[in-house]
């Protein structure tokens, strides 16, 4: 049973090549590196390299997940009887807009907002796993502070700006986890990775280039993004066709989204294909972009990970229904709660059954 383990939260830079061969890592062959990288790396294009680099860089070992909440450990719903999954864990991933310095700024307050977040729910007992995908919009209650690190309580706003609150990129992390498991009914969230956007370019050329076709008119962002065409991406062209929005004719985060979907589900078969025809294509791409990544992984993690998820199924991605409104400033999508508990059921709980 693939059992994820987890460290004090890491801030991830970019190691020499000789610093991976340190001595706290000597148990860690290349080889295994890479069987790691391999594996992983096939899950999605935001957590794979994390958690290899974690196998490098961390020491720390604990099964303690980094959000443990309160939700209800049965369930009614429909007239049926649920019971929680206990052999479900979860990593949160976040793709990261940054607008500013977002080290040790001595604020608690900053302008990165979690554009791009997915909750990888594993179910170790069924080698499956899924993938929620949550609208940044999303109004929900999150943990508020003032430039110096006072708690200004719970405040309803757009799930994205969670990120924006705490110490450092750690603590904005774990405020974003926080406001996704209270939104999930205070599901148990066991780890997070985040990586900044400006990785995409680098996630895109290591695979030489992702394809997609145009969905809709983009040409406001590049001239070649006509509606229809099928475009091999190359550089910021990359980050083009994932974050664009304002200044496109739909300019809707639910486009966006679905332009995520598209340059992933690209990308992982690609890294499928770089990882059987090159050993070394795992191990380098993760050194390539670890300066980009947070995560509270540990050692042990991708150990469990190359030995575990060989043979997990992708059971695909999961969103939810909601309603879009036009706030006194921005976009807000009201999230259908019917519909989110369904999903929260179908997704943490399983039926009981005499």
């Not at 080889?31 to 992983?40: P, Y």
């Not at 750690?170 to 990775?193: E, G, K, M, P, Q």
């Amino acid at each position: 049973m693939c059992r994820l383990s987890s460290s004090h939260s890491l801030n991830i830079q970019l190691p020499a090549i000789s610093d991976i061969i340190h001595p706290m890592a000597r148990k860690l062959t290349k080889e295994n590196i890479i069987k790691a990288g391999a594996l992983v790396l096939t899950i999605a294009a935001f957590a794979g390299a994390v958690f290899a680099v974690s196998k490098i860089m961390s020491g720390r070992n604990s099964s303690e997940p980094v959000h443990t909440g309160s939700g209800k450990q049965t369930y009614i719903f429909d007239g049926k009887e649920y019971v929680l999954n206990e052999d479900i864990e979860t990593v949160l991933v976040m793709g990261v807009d940054t607008y500013e310095n977002t080290g040790e700024t001595g604020r608690y307050v900053n302008n990165t907002q979690a554009d791009v977040i997915y909750l990888y729910v594993i179910d170790n007992k069924a080698k499956t796993y899924r993938t929620l995908q949550l609208n940044r919009n999303t109004m929900t209650g999150i943990k508020t502070l003032s430039a110096d690190g006072r708690d200004m309580g719970i405040t309803t706003l757009q799930l994205a700006l969670s990120h924006s609150y705490g110490r450092d990129d750690s603590d904005r992390c774990l405020n974003t986890v926080d406001a996704v498991s209270a939104l999930l009914f205070d599901i148990d969230i066991t780890h997070y990775v985040s990586l900044t956007m400006d990785a995409i370019p680098v996630l895109n050329d290591s695979v030489g280039g992702v394809t997609v076709t145009i969905p809709e008119d983009m040409t406001a962002a590049d001239p070649a993004f006509v509606k229809g065409a099928k475009i091999t991406l190359h550089g910021d062209q990359a980050e083009k066709f994932v974050r664009s929005r304002m200044s496109l004719p739909n300019d809707t985060n639910e486009f966006r989204m679905q332009r995520q979907q598209l340059f992933m589900s690209d990308w992982k078969n690609k890294v499928s294909k770089k990882i059987n025809s090159d050993l070394g294509f795992a191990l380098n791409m993760i050194i390539d972009i670890s300066p980009y990544m947070v995560s509270d992984m540990s050692v042990n993690a991708i150990a469990d990970f190359a030995t575990s998820l060989s043979d997990y199924e992708d059971m695909g991605t999961v969103t939810t229904e909601g309603e879009i409104k036009q706030g006194e400033l921005f976009k807000e999508y009201h999230i259908d709660q019917d519909d989110l508990e369904r999903k929260v059921v179908e997704l943490f709980y399983k039926e009981v059954t005499n």
